[in-house]
């Protein structure tokens, strides 16, 4: 086993995992917070899956670029941006806007944390791999929401979103750290470009 991988799985994804998971279950709840009707949270939630769409179809094009994991880094820090943003509970319009930010470079970030993952295991670790990913991911979701619940309850959503976005920058720089110290960064050929299209 790659042990850029293991320490990615150890550290990196479950901060990344906690940093998204104490905010997305509550996003309706947040803009209920800021007085928006229910007609109206509809219509940005389905603005944001037209924002993860256009950020899934342009993730290829950075990973060939940047690389996949600089391109990975780059998503998660403005997946940070994004909840810092957030944090500030800024006017309707600007609210919005954060949002669908947020929830593009969050999304985006998914296709090359699956390609880098796979490249960097054999052929007959892929299957477990791939389920020890989900169980870490889900693992850290639950105990975000659970946690995040009861902080929102206790300080707001100001405080609680400023922290989500510090786990996201940490993880954004763990994740850096971690594979770069163990192995040299691959740069996106096009099979892996193609996997996360």
């Not at 989500?164 to 770069?180: D, I, K, P, R, T």
Request: glycine fraction near 8%; include cysteine.
């Amino acid at each position: 086993r790659d042990w850029s991988v293991t320490g990615v799985q150890t550290c990196a994804l479950p901060i990344w995992n906690l940093a998204t998971g104490s905010f997305n279950p509550f996003a309706n709840v947040y803009f209920a917070h800021l007085r928006f009707p229910a007609q109206r949270i509809g219509s940005v939630f389905s603005g944001a899956q037209v924002a993860q769409l256009a950020g899934v179809l342009m993730a290829p094009m950075i990973f060939r670029k940047a690389g996949l994991v600089t391109g990975i880094v780059w998503m998660m820090a403005a997946t940070a941006i994004g909840l810092a943003g957030l944090s500030t509970q800024p006017t309707a319009i600007t609210a919005v806007l954060v949002y669908a930010w947020y929830m593009a470079f969050q999304w985006m970030s998914e296709p090359g944390l699956n390609a880098l993952l796979m490249s960097r295991v054999t052929e007959r670790e892929r299957s477990g791999a791939s389920a020890l990913n989900y169980m870490v991911a889900f693992s850290a979701q639950a105990v975000a929401a659970l946690a995040a619940g009861r902080l929102l309850a206790h300080f707001g959503y100001g405080v609680v979103l400023a922290g989500s976005a510090l786990l996201a920058a940490g993880a954004a720089g763990l994740f850096h750290a971690f594979v770069n110290s163990r192995a040299a960064e691959p740069r996106a050929t096009p099979s892996i470009v193609a996997s996360t299209s």
